[in-house]
């Protein structure tokens, strides 16, 4: 129903944002990750909102990013997994750590979550492993320019790989790649190099 509100804040809770907009004040359900990321009372945001619509419940949840909310899209469409299982998930990591755990099957990172437990956790990465991407559309578009080429992007997400074997975590190698501009001539090894660089001065 809503792509997104933007309005001033007048309320937040771990949990809940109050947003004004054209004199209505809108109720809308936010993961924690949201509510620490907020800025003050009096504050104008933009959220990027899902409608859930119940026979019992009509609800607004909402977002700092478009990730961030194709991410809960996905997750709810998983069985079992209701918007307030998606919300959990997202209050307990961040859109990026919970990409990297579907696709390194983590299942005990996503077990973390306040009511999901391991056959969830395993659901999860069953059901979404094929539909999300290692990076996200945003990161991409931060981090690679208009016309990049797919060996670009393969080289990236090498890189990306070998980050995390390194043991960095995936949100600290996600934030390093961003801030790099990737040429046609760099490989994977290249792209490591600078992102290590990068690391080193975040």
Do not use: H, W
Not at 20 to 27: A, H, K, L, M, Q
């Amino acid at each position: 129903m809503y792509a997104y509100i933007k309005g001033e804040i007048v309320g937040i809770t771990e949990d809940n944002l109050v947003l004004e907009c054209n004199n209505i004040g809108y109720n809308i359900r936010i993961p924690l990750s949201v509510a620490q990321r907020l800025p003050g009372i009096g504050e104008t945001v933009k959220i990027y909102t899902y409608t859930s619509v119940r026979e019992d419940a009509f609800q607004l949840f909402g977002f700092l990013s478009k990730d961030d909310l194709e991410i809960y899209k996905k997750l709810i469409a998983v069985n079992g997994i209701g918007p307030k299982g998606a919300l959990s998930i997202l209050s307990a990591m961040s859109a990026d750590d919970l990409r990297f755990a579907i696709l390194s099957g983590d299942a005990k990172a996503i077990s973390k979550a306040p009511g999901i437990g391991n056959k969830s956790a395993e659901r999860i990465i069953l059901e979404l492993r094929d539909k999300v991407p290692l990076m996200s559309e945003s990161a991409s578009l931060d981090s690679f320019s208009e016309n990049d080429t797919s060996a670009n992007a393969e080289a990236k997400n090498e890189a990306l790989e070998a980050l995390t074997a390194l043991g960095y975590s995936p949100s600290e190698a996600l934030k390093a790649l961003r801030q790099i501009a990737i040429t046609e001539d760099m490989d994977s090894g290249d792209v490591l190099k600078q992102a290590l660089k990068m690391i080193s001065t975040i």
